[in-house]
């Protein structure tokens, strides 16, 4: 199949090429090709033409919650403890193809919150080469884990229970061994990530009588639990997120070798160059607090935007697109791209970081360090042999326009130069192929 483009954005480049053809490898889902088009092109008997749009890399966000939906239509703790895991399941289900739809075509979900390991489940549903589903590449973590006393949902007759009617909203570890045990026991179950929580509002309970205690960030772990977590993800090929906000726990984590950095809101410059030096990924979820700053967390929103300029002007510091979706609506993950933009960041830095650096946040080990351009370089070749085999989603690359990458495909109607925050709704989403599959030709999903 080919795609005839009057106009594509290179990520690697950070700039638009004109005149293209996209060769795919419908078998495998692959690019083959991206060459100079042809008259013979032109010609071809499958073609699509997606001349007058701009053709782009199929976005990744970094930071969703399928199992959740906005805290403006039911709180955290209602959906936790109210909804049924069917209930929760049948809207991730329609979260997916939204997200899809959207122009994201992959995901990392970090934590079903709850909903104990749906999310294998929906990943099964939605990756394996006969997908039953709509919905982007779709990376999971199964629970995250916590240390005890810590996170919710905390019931009132019970408050030192970590959990409501048994409903938990992560997993629970302490020690060195529970959490060796811990991360074990996730990896068994299939999860593609670990997810620690490296400081959380501890103190919750004191928010009735003392506000500022509650909301307060206080490190989960001794450094030693937390390097046993990282280390054993590691070992066992699995990458790691955490979750911190505090710059001291940011340092921390940065040093032990973390891959991502989830929120950093508090970050000082000493956190931000720690994560530079150390080539852990921030993700900063800028949408999220912009979407509950009306709900007594100004504040953090004042701060995360504060931060976020410091990380822009930090050298070396990589940033990629994850904005906590699911605490506002999937669908519109492009929030997170707008804000970057409306901060500072230029339009095709956005681009990138929506593409190849979200691709290097939610990428599995098999695609990050010695082994990716081996791996890579097999693809290349199945990708133009007439052999090609079928894979599931999360065996492949994706995040770019090269020979043996997914055929993650998508374009916009938009002026991504003048009009950028409008060029990336999903509403100018004119076209979504994943994995070599149009799901969304003219506007219309299929």
Not at 64 to 92: C, G, N
Not at 246 to 274: C, N, P
Not at 334 to 348: D, I, N, R, T
Request: glycine letters at 10%; charged letters at 25%.
């Amino acid at each position: 199949m080919l795609l005839i483009c009057s106009n594509v954005f290179d990520p690697n480049v950070k700039g638009l090429a004109a005149d293209q053809t996209i060769v795919v490898d419908e078998t495998s889902g692959l690019i083959a090709d991206v060459r100079s088009t042809t008259e013979s092109d032109l010609k071809a008997d499958k073609l699509i033409d997606l001349r007058g749009m701009t053709v782009l890399p199929g976005f990744g966000d970094a930071h969703v919650h399928l199992f959740l939906h906005p805290y403006s239509e039911i709180s955290w703790m209602d959906q936790v403890t109210k909804q049924t895991i069917t209930e929760r399941t049948v809207r991730a289900v329609n979260h997916s193809k939204a997200t899809l739809m959207a122009g994201f075509t992959a995901v990392r979900d970090l934590g079903t919150e709850g909903a104990l390991d749906a999310d294998l489940a929906l990943r099964k549903c939605i990756s394996t080469p006969v997908s039953l589903i709509p919905g982007p590449r779709y990376y999971c973590v199964t629970r995250a884990i916590v240390s005890t006393g810590s996170y919710g949902p905390k019931g009132e007759l019970n408050p030192s229970a970590n959990n409501v009617d048994g409903a938990m909203g992560a997993d629970v570890a302490d020690g060195l061994e529970e959490c060796r045990k811990a991360v074990r026991r996730q990896v068994g179950a299939g999860a593609d990530w670990i997810k620690i929580y490296a400081d959380y509002g501890f103190r919750s309970r004191m928010g009735a009588i003392a506000p500022k205690i509650a909301v307060a960030n206080r490190p989960l772990w001794a450094e030693e639990e937390m390097k046993m977590m990282i280390d054993t993800a590691h070992a066992l090929g699995v990458r790691v997120a955490a979750h911190a906000s505090l710059a001291e726990s940011i340092k921390v984590v940065a040093r032990l070798g973390v891959d991502t950095v989830e929120h950093g809101y508090e970050a000082d410059q000493e956190a931000l160059d720690a994560m530079a030096k150390y080539g852990t990924i921030w993700v900063p979820t800028l949408g999220a607090y912009y979407t509950m700053r009306s709900a007594g967390n100004d504040w953090k929103w004042q701060k995360a935007q504060a931060t976020f300029k410091k990380g822009l002007a930090t050298k070396g510091l990589k940033i990629a697109v994850g904005g906590d979706t699911g605490v506002f609506s999937h669908g519109q993950n492009c929030l997170e791209m707008q804000l970057m933009h409306q901060m500072g960041m230029p339009w095709k830095d956005v681009l990138h970081a929506a593409t190849i650096v979200s691709w290097e946040a939610i990428r599995g080990m098999e695609f990050h360090g010695e082994e990716s351009e081996a791996n890579l370089e097999i693809l290349v070749k199945a990708a133009q042999s007439s052999s090609a085999e079928k894979y599931g989603d999360n065996a492949l690359p994706f995040g770019n326009l090269r020979p043996g990458y997914a055929a993650d495909i998508i374009a916009t109607s938009g002026d991504l130069e003048n009009a950028f925050d409008e060029a990336i709704e999903p509403k100018k989403i004119e076209f979504v192929m994943k994995g070599g599959k149009v799901y969304k030709p003219e506007g219309q999903a299929v």
